[in-house]
């Protein structure tokens, strides 16, 4: 699996097919920032914040001119775990939305299943649930 992912999104992603795995994966590395980006924008522009997303401590960052700069000097230390936990945000998020997809083929093979067994029970009025999966097994 991905090292940098959170535990829970590993762990989730053992029941995804091959297919689905590529395209989780090739949908993270688009999306997810890098630190070596975060440490360039902090230094040439000071918009480290607006990469991840945090347009709110952006704005307060640049009308305060960082605390006079004190800030500034915080965030080289802390740039790191905000990427780092942008970047899990964000496998979370797109497991959120895979997970949805996967679950709408799950039920549509579920429902196929259902269809299944009522033209079944149909032929068969005496049969058990039992009895279905017997005759369906072979």
């Known amino acids: 699996m991905y090292k940098n992912l959170p535990y829970i999104v590993n762990r989730r992603l053992e029941d995804f097919q091959p297919y689905e795995k590529e395209a989780y994966f090739e949908r993270y590395r688009k999306k997810r920032k890098s630190v070596f980006t975060g440490y ?28 006079l700069l004190l800030w500034w000097f915080v965030d080289w230390f802390r740039l790191p775990g905000l990427i780092k936990s942008y970047n899990e945000d964000l496998a979370c998020e797109l497991l959120k939305e895979f997970s949805w997809v996967q679950q709408k083929k799950i039920n549509k093979i579920t429902s196929q299943k259902d269809n299944n067994f009522s033209q079944w029970k149909k032929s068969n009025p005496t049969g058990t649930l039992n009895d279905y999966y017997k005759s369906n097994s072979r």
Request: aromatic fraction near 22%.
């Open 40 to 67: 360039l924008l902090l230094i040439i522009l000071g918009c480290h914040y607006s990469y991840i997303g945090n347009w709110r401590n952006q704005i307060l960052c640049w009308i305060t001119f960082w605390g």
